[in-house]
């Protein structure tokens, strides 16, 4: 069973573009160090119908102008999960990615920024 790394993400609305350039950069290099998969998405109908639990605009407690990225990237297993992890942190181009952590902070709210490492249970 495969490995996943997941991210909720909350971000204004108006630093999409700002975020997309950021996840362009990541897929690139995640995938590159072995990564199966990269997804970023974005939310587009946050919608919840009444009674069936509380929805993403409340979990990442949005703000009028924000929406939520919702982010996932796929191993084969944890420790391959940690081996890509490791060959990323030390490429070179990692430089880059450090100014753009600085400048994540303005784009997005780091407080409510949400991560985790998941056990795959099904796989169809």
């Known amino acids: 069973m495969t490995y996943v790394d997941g991210f909720v993400i909350p971000i204004k609305k108006e630093n999409v ?5 950021m996840a362009k950069w990541g897929a690139r290099m995640w995938k590159k160090h072995g990564a199966l998969d990269y997804y970023e998405t ?27 990225v919702f ?26 990615m450090e100014k753009m952590m600085k400048d994540m902070g303005q784009i997005m709210d780091m407080k409510r920024f949400a991560y985790g490492g998941f056990k795959t249970i099904v796989e169809w």
Not at 17 to 21: C, G, V
Not at 42 to 54: F, P
Not at 71 to 90: A, L, P, T
């Open 17 to 21: 573009s700002a975020y997309l350039r």
């Open 42 to 68: 974005v939310g587009d109908d946050l919608r919840v119908k009444k009674g069936i639990g509380q929805g993403f605009r409340k979990l990442a407690k949005l703000k009028p102008g924000e929406t939520v």
């Open 71 to 96: 982010s996932f990237i796929v191993y084969k297993s944890r420790k391959h999960r940690d081996e890509v992890n490791k060959k990323v942190m030390s490429d070179p181009s990692m430089k880059d």
